[in-house]
């Protein structure tokens, strides 16, 4: 949700923030602007409605000129989405120039005391009114802009990343955080504002990222200094980013989704690498077992997270009861923080995001951690603020997923999953040798059997066209495959903008058949496991009125490839396994449905990559 980029340094600020804004646009967005302080100190502000190329086309005939710049992509929150409400946002006097992601919660009580004192707004926006009492202090104090925006913020409840500018002081940047992430990049004798590495990482791989409090002074002559509210000097850790430009590129592929569904193979084998030892026959993660007493002797285990990581945990929760034996839940991490839950000091709870800044997961694991239970982060982007939040846990390491959609963090997720329940098993003495061995070998094979499905691209394009115009569709699958039929329909939903629905096979009955006719089209996960027979029995039901039937069954399937209207094979595996399979022929179904009906895969409406508020 929106994105920040600045820059700082010895070259053209502009071209720098827009290929920023570029690299941001995955996550996200309605408006676009830029600000920029020129040879001449005239702060320059200039921002549209709709895509970045938008804002390029604005500024052709606009002086871009300067070497410093501060630009934003903007996920309307208060506001309609305009070029009035779009960020950066002047003060007053146009002396300064802000952008901001998050909520200023008490943001009109803030208004109405800055409009009683004579300062009236342009816009919208909680935004303005932060600049504009940033500059009533400036001003009624005679402060510089540091003091100014530390007596500000103290008056501020709710989430921010901003970046300031003041065009009296042209060599200075201030950026300050709170519950939104915020990068520092450290160039040479340049610098760098990203709400994450992605625009950053071409230019340098130092950075520090800022924690909640931290208020950075970003000057082009001097190392950056970084307080907090207080003004107490603070000394971050400098860290390095490991992201590979060719990782946040598209690489010949006409959109990010279909890369991530393709780099799915060689994401579970980085996954993988240095934890599944097919050699030993063992699963290795350090969280086992540098917190061994905390994990083992879990009461219950509590899943926390949001969407796609929803159905993660889902998974995740079949495969830890039954290889475990430990109790699990699954919470929606926005219903969790706010319903008051009883929280034991033995319990574990798993907060699963893969952005690692996931608003609701991130106040649901400090509540947890607030009454004494084990906090186990699941996470994709190192050093984002959950993985900070947590006592240990486990990065999922499938590089940068840009698509909105997810698509590899997801398999990622239950991989991870996958590995943390065979390593407490084993532990728990709750699985036999055998079995053990057996899931630990099938796992190693998973990414090979990817690469089989994958081949079934084609056909799927195909198999799509005849579904372009549907208005509804209905996921079905039984027990392992249930969140994946729930996983089918979100994506679907996401990006092609169909109705779309996931249930148990077995609850049709319980409402959903009433849908069910000729122009309904039901996806049934039916592979062959201990359920084949139950999910068999669902089909029929479906045929039996009409309903048009696409069943992803495994190879060499007969039964129920006489009966379904379209029928999509994969490799056979562990039943807990499948959905690591599964899934990849939903990815590409919804996929190849959105391209169908012409819709922007990667940047769906209304949607953005990291939900950083409420």
Not at 8 to 29: D, H, M, Q, S, V
Not at 305 to 313: E, L, R
Request: charged share 25%; glycine share 6%.
């Amino acid at each position: 949700m929106c994105g920040i980029v600045g820059y700082i340094g010895n070259k053209e600020a502009f071209p720098i923030l827009i290929k920023g804004l570029r690299r941001l646009e995955y996550r996200g967005y309605d408006s676009a602007g830029v600000a920029l302080i020129n040879d001449n100190g005239d702060l320059n502000v200039y921002k549209t409605k709709g895509k970045v190329d938008n804002l390029v086309e604005y500024c052709n005939d606009k002086n871009v000129t300067g070497n410093i710049g501060i630009a934003h992509t903007r996920w309307a929150t208060h506001g309609e989405p305009s070029s009035l409400n779009a960020h950066p946002h002047y003060s007053q006097s146009k002396n300064l120039a802000i952008i901001h992601n998050g909520i200023i919660e008490n943001y009109s009580q803030l208004r109405s005391r800055l409009q009683a004192k004579g300062i009236s707004f342009v816009s919208d926006t909680d935004t303005e009114v932060l600049v504009q009492l940033v500059e009533f202090i400036q001003e009624e104090k005679k402060l510089d802009l540091l003091t100014a925006v530390q007596l500000a913020l103290n008056e501020v409840i709710g989430a921010y990343a901003i970046a300031i500018l003041d065009h009296r002081n042209p060599d200075t940047i201030i950026a300050a955080r709170n519950q939104s992430p915020l990068v520092v990049g450290i160039g040479d004798d340049e610098y760098f504002l990203g709400s994450d590495a992605s625009p950053i990482v071409e230019y340098t791989d130092k950075v520090i990222y800022l924690e909640d409090g931290n208020i950075a002074v970003i000057n082009r002559h001097d190392d950056v200094k970084v307080v907090n509210i207080q003004n107490r000097k603070l000394y971050p850790e400098i860290q390095t980013v490991d992201i590979n430009l060719g990782q946040i590129e598209k690489g010949g592929y006409p959109h990010f989704m279909l890369k991530e569904i393709f780099e799915q193979p060689d994401c579970l084998t980085n996954c993988m690498r240095g934890r599944v030892n097919i050699d030993t026959d063992n699963v290795v993660l350090s969280a086992v077992i540098d917190y061994k007493k905390q994990l083992l002797h879990a009461n219950r285990f509590i899943i926390v997270a949001c969407g796609t990581s929803w159905h993660a945990g889902l998974i995740g929760k079949q495969m830890i009861e039954s290889l475990c034996r430990i109790p699990v839940e699954v919470e929606y991490a926005s219903e969790f923080r706010y319903r008051n839950p009883v929280i034991h000091k033995d319990d574990v709870v798993i907060a699963i995001s893969q952005s690692g800044e996931t608003a609701d997961t991130l106040a649901a694991v400090k509540l947890a951690k607030r009454q004494g239970a084990f906090i186990y982060g699941i996470c994709n982007a190192i050093g984002s603020s959950i993985p900070r939040a947590t006592d240990t846990g486990s990065y999922i390491h499938v590089g940068p997923e840009i698509g909105v959609a997810s698509t590899k963090a997801f398999t990622g997720q239950v991989t991870v999953l996958t590995m943390l329940a065979l390593a407490l098993a084993k532990e728990r003495g709750t699985i036999t040798s055998d079995d053990y061995l057996h899931i630990v070998e099938e796992l190693h094979r998973i990414p090979n059997k990817m690469k089989e499905v994958l081949k079934l691209n084609k056909r799927i394009a195909d198999l799509s066209r005849i579904f372009t115009y549907a208005r509804d569709f209905l996921f079905l699958g039984r027990g392992y495959s249930y969140p994946v039929a729930l996983e089918g329909a979100l994506k679907l939903k996401e990006i092609s903008y169909i109705h779309a629905e996931g249930y148990p096979a077995a609850e049709m009955k319980h409402g959903p058949i009433a849908l069910i006719d000729s122009d309904m089209p039901v996806v049934v996960i039916a592979t062959h496991n201990a359920m084949y027979d139950k999910v068999l029995s669902n089909i029929q039901e479906v045929k039996a009125r009409k309903g048009k039937v696409i069943a992803i069954v495994s190879e060499g399937d007969e039964t129920i490839s006489r009966i379904a209207d379209e029928v999509i094979e994969m490799p056979a595996t562990i039943e807990c396994l499948e959905p690591l399979l599964a899934t990849i022929p939903l990815q590409l179904l919804a996929y190849h449905i959105a391209v169908c009906r012409g819709k922007d895969v990667d940047q769906p409406r209304n949607l953005a990559k990291s939900v950083t508020v409420e």
